[in-house]
C-alpha cells in the first residue's frame, strides 16, 4: 500500500469486562482491522475511547487515517453519530461514513421518509404511540415493532411480531419504558426471504458484493423467522444454529439483481461513505423492500460484511485497504 497513509490509529469504543456480545464484539473488528494494515505494512496504534472522550486522544489521532469504530455504548444510541462528529470537529480523517449519515440512519424512522421520498420501497408502518396506536388502522398485521435508534437488534428480543392490536400496544409500551424518550416503529413485517447487501466503496464509485440470504432453518411456528437478537448473539440457541447465511445462485440472477439495485440506490441519498449495509425482505408478491441501512455494519471476521467479501474472493488486507483508502481520499 505504497501510495496509501503513512499511519493510523484503530479508535474503538471501549468495553468493560461485563459487556454483552453486541458491545463486546467491536474488539473482533479492531483485531480484524490490526490484521489488515500489518498485512499492508502500514504502521498503527490502537486506542480504546469511553464514551464522549474522544477530544482526550486528538495527539494521538492528529496526522493519522482513524479507522473509526466508535459505537453507541448500551443504551446511548445518539453518541455514535456525536463521536464521528467530533472527529470532523478535529479535522481527522477516518474511515465509514460521516456524522450526517450517521445521524440519520441511526433513526430508522428519518431513514424511511428519506428512502420513500427517493421512491425506494419500504414496508408500511411509522411511528407508534402506544396511548394513541391510530397507525395500527392504517397498517395491515402482522406488525413487528422495534426501537427506532437501536442497533445489533436490540429491542428485537423474544417475539417481536405482533398479530393483534393488544399485543402491538402492549409491545410498544414496553419499549417505550424500557427505551425512554425514544419511539417505537411499527411496520408491516413481511413473510418473504431475507437479504443484506454489503456495499464498499471503490474509488469514487460503491461497488455491491455478493448479496447475501438469511434463511430460516426448520423454524417452528411460534418462532418469528427473524433476525432478533438471539439469532445474533444467544450463542447456541435454536435462532442463532438455526439462521444460516447462504450466497443464493443463478437461478435468482433476475430477484439479486433488483436487490443489488436497490441496496446501491441507498449509497447516495443516505449520505454514505467507505463501507455500508442494506437489508431487504421479501413481500408477500416477492417483491424486496428495505428494512434498513447500517452505516458501520459489524467488522468482526465471522460477520456478514466479511463473510460477502471472501465471497467476493477478497482478503482481509483487501478489505481493510478499501475502506482506509476511501478516507484518504475524503479531504
Not at 445474533?232 to 447465511?245: D, I, L, N, Q, Y
Request: glycine content about 8%; hydrophobic content about 50%; proline content about 8%.
Amino acid at each position: 500500500m505504497s501510495a496509501g497513509p503513512k499511519r493510523a490509529v484503530i479508535a474503538h469504543t471501549a468495553v468493560d469486562p461485563e459487556a454483552d456480545p453486541s458491545t463486546a464484539d467491536v474488539l473482533d473488528q479492531a483485531r480484524l482491522f490490526a490484521d489488515g494494515l500489518a498485512a499492508l505494512g502500514v504502521p498503527f496504534t490502537t486506542v480504546a475511547v469511553e464514551a464522549g472522550r474522544v477530544w482526550e486522544h486528538a495527539r494521538a489521532l492528529a496526522g493519522a487515517i482513524v479507522c473509526n469504530l466508535l459505537e453507541a455504548p448500551p443504551g446511548k444510541p445518539q453518541l455514535h453519530a456525536a463521536a464521528t462528529a467530533a472527529l470532523e470537529l478535529l479535522g481527522a480523517r477516518f474511515t465509514g461514513s460521516p456524522a450526517g449519515a450517521l445521524w440519520l440512519t441511526t433513526d430508522k424512522l428519518a431513514t424511511r421518509s428519506v428512502l420513500a421520498a427517493e421512491g425506494l420501497p419500504v414496508a408500511a408502518g411509522g411511528r407508534l404511540d402506544p396511548e394513541r396506536p391510530e397507525l395500527l388502522d392504517r397498517v395491515p398485521p402482522p406488525w413487528i415493532l422495534k426501537p427506532a435508534w437501536e442497533d445489533a437488534s436490540v429491542g428485537l428480543e423474544g417475539d417481536p411480531v405482533c398479530a393483534t392490536r393488544e399485543q402491538a400496544v402492549a409491545r410498544a409500551r414496553a419499549l417505550a419504558a424500557r427505551f425512554p424518550g425514544q419511539p417505537v416503529l411499527a411496520e408491516r413485517f413481511l413473510p418473504g426471504r431475507e437479504f443484506n447487501v454489503s456495499l464498499l466503496a471503490t474509488g469514487t464509485s460503491v461497488e455491491a458484493l455478493p448479496v447475501a440470504e438469511i434463511a430460516f432453518v426448520d423454524f417452528p411456528p411460534g418462532v418469528p423467522a427473524l433476525v432478533g437478537y438471539e439469532a445474533k448473539w444467544a450463542t447456541g440457541s435454536f435462532e442463532e444454529t438455526h439462521t444460516v447465511r447462504r450466497f443464493p445462485g443463478r437461478e435468482d440472477a433476475a430477484l439479486l439483481g433488483r436487490i443489488r439495485e436497490l441496496a446501491l440506490a441507498c449509497w447516495r441519498p443516505c449520505g454514505l461513505a467507505g463501507y455500508a449495509r442494506v437489508d431487504l425482505r421479501l413481500d408477500a408478491d416477492g417483491a424486496p423492500a428495505i428494512l434498513e441501512v447500517n452505516t458501520n455494519p459489524c467488522l468482526a471476521p465471522d460477520a456478514g460484511f466479511i463473510a460477502a467479501a471472501r465471497q467476493a474472493g477478497m482478503s482481509i488486507a483487501d478489505v481493510v485497504g478499501r475502506i482506509v483508502a476511501a478516507a484518504s481520499g475524503r479531504w
